[in-house]
Structures are given as C-alpha cells and as structure tokens.
Nanobody, 117 residues
Framework: VQLVESGGGLVQPGGSLRLSCAAS????????MRWYRQAPGKERELVAI????????NYVDTMKGRFTISRDNAKNTVYLQMNSLQREDTAVYYC???????????WGQGTQVTVAS
C-alpha cells in the first residue's frame, strides 16, 4: 500500500497550490480519503474529507471556501486545491485513506507547504 503526496512547495500569501495523492495497493474507490496537516509545534489536524461513495465532501470551518478536495477514482488520486493561502496554512500536508466498513487506515509521507513572502 502506498499513498504518495506531491505538489507542495513555497508560495506567497494569497497564492494557490494543488496537492495530489496517488494511491496504490488497495481498492481506492472504496475508501474515504482525507487530507490532514501538521504545523510546527502543533498537533495534526483534519483539513477535508471526501467519501468513497458519492464523493461527498466536508471541510474544517477555517478551510471552507478556500480549499477544495476532489478525487479521480480512475486515476486512484485525490486532490486538494488550496486558494488564498495564508501564512497559517504552512504545514506538512498528509493524505489519509480509511476503509469506511472496517479498521484499515493508511497514511502518506506528507508534503511540505510553506506560505511566505
């Protein structure tokens, strides 16, 4: 099983980035997918969720209207489009897969997002 994030980097405040997470080794379409992030000195926090069936989405309040999670089951990939980035969005962003019908969970290795001028 692998979850490989990409798309992180350095961006100026107000800028945008799109993160990708490529999955392999499990039936991607059957898993709920989430993005988490962890800022320096802080606990890991949930950013957004997209369900397996129907692709329903949900976001933490501070990300609503700025971040969009989506998935392409044909490509086994989940995305996080991040707009209007703020310095407070600086963190390592992690992809997470969860089997909604069982205990299986997987994590990616993370991708660094730095928002600075």
């Amino acid at each position: 099983v692998q979850l490989v994030e990409s798309g992180g980097g350095l961006v100026q405040p107000g800028g945008s980035l799109r993160l990708s997470c490529a999955a392999s080794g499990f039936t991607f379409s059957m898993y709920d997918m989430r993005w988490y992030r962890q800022a320096p000195g802080k606990e890991r926090e949930l950013v957004a969720i997209i369900t397996s069936a129907g692709g329903r989405t949900n976001y933490v309040d501070t990300m609503k209207g700025r971040f969009t999670i989506s998935r392409d089951n044909a490509k086994n990939t989940v995305y996080l489009q991040m707009n209007s980035l703020q310095r407070e969005d600086t963190a390592v962003y992690y992809c997470h897969a969860r089997d909604p019908g069982g205990p299986l969970k997987y994590w990616g290795q993370g991708t660094q997002v730095t928002v600075a001028s």
